[in-house]
């Protein structure tokens, strides 16, 4: 992912998220999709973690938007039937929340591309659990490993798994020079209290 430039790391020259949270860190899984290799493994390992997290489920779930093609992928690799939850309920026709075939009753797994405060991802969960199905859990990419988000699932009841996390993010690319050493701490400084890294940083520049 650092390589297709899925995930970029900008410590000296800070993204802007739409929270207004700087960030060194700007990640799009989206660009995997366009590469067949790194799609192919990530379908599969997200499938082999459901299985070895979760057991046995019923149907897959994705989270709009781009949990959408990664939660399809997966739900083709498993066999399993394939719905997915949109931010917010058409304002037309059937004013749906979850399109696809809903049947109440199933163990489902949701599928995310990215999990960083937690807060979409368990607006998914509590439509599906609305919706009568038993969420087994969720499985994603990648966690920003914020301690928010695990408040936020623990206190939601639900379990979720990544293939990658932050903290192992930037051990792998110190060690393949995708970063210098020297900016490491304040890479890690930023998962420890990223709404206030931005404003040490402008402080800290001459």
């Given at each position: 992912?650092l390589?297709?430039?899925a995930?970029k790391?900008?410590?000296?020259?800070p993204?802007?998220?739409?929270?207004g949270?700087k960030?060194?860190?700007y990640?799009?899984?989206?660009?995997t999709?366009?590469?067949p290799?790194?799609?192919?493994y990530?379908?599969?390992k997200?499938?082999?973690?459901?299985q070895?997290?979760?057991g046995?489920v019923?149907?897959?779930?994705?989270?709009?938007?781009?949990g959408?093609p990664q939660?399809a992928?997966?739900?083709?690799?498993?066999?399993?039937?394939?719905i997915?939850?949109?931010?917010?309920a058409?304002?037309?026709?059937t004013?749906?929340?979850?399109?696809?075939?809903?049947n109440p009753?199933?163990?489902v797994?949701?599928?995310?591309?990215?999990?960083?405060?937690?807060?979409?991802?368990?607006q998914?969960v509590?439509?599906?659990?609305?919706a009568?199905?038993e969420?087994?859990?969720?499985v994603?990419?990648?966690s920003?490993?914020?301690?928010l988000?695990q408040d936020?699932?623990?206190?939601?009841k639900?379990?979720?798994?990544?293939?990658?996390?932050?903290?192992?993010?930037i051990?792998y690319?110190?060690e393949h020079?995708?970063?210098?050493?020297?900016?490491?701490?304040?890479l890690n400084?930023w998962?420890r209290n990223?709404?206030?890294?931005?404003?040490q940083?402008?402080?800290?520049?001459?």
């Open positions: 992912m390589q297709i430039k995930i790391l900008q410590p000296a020259n993204f802007t998220w739409a929270s949270w960030s060194p860190i990640c799009d899984n989206r660009i999709l366009s590469h290799t790194i799609r192919t990530i379908r599969q997200l499938s082999e973690l459901i070895e997290e979760y046995s019923s149907v897959i779930a994705g989270v709009a938007t781009a959408i939660g992928l997966v739900a083709q690799e498993l066999g399993l039937p394939f997915y939850v949109r931010s917010k058409k304002e037309h026709g004013q749906s929340l979850i399109e696809g075939e809903i009753g199933q163990r797994v949701i599928i995310e591309d990215l999990i960083s405060t937690g807060k979409s991802s368990l998914a509590n439509a599906l659990r609305d009568g199905y969420v087994a859990g969720l994603a990419i990648f920003y490993g914020f301690e988000a936020n699932f623990t206190e939601a639900c379990r979720f798994s990544t293939l990658s996390n932050y903290p192992a993010l051990d690319a110190a020079q995708f970063i210098a050493k020297a900016d490491v701490e304040l400084e998962r990223p709404s206030e890294w931005g404003q940083i402008e402080k800290s520049t001459p």
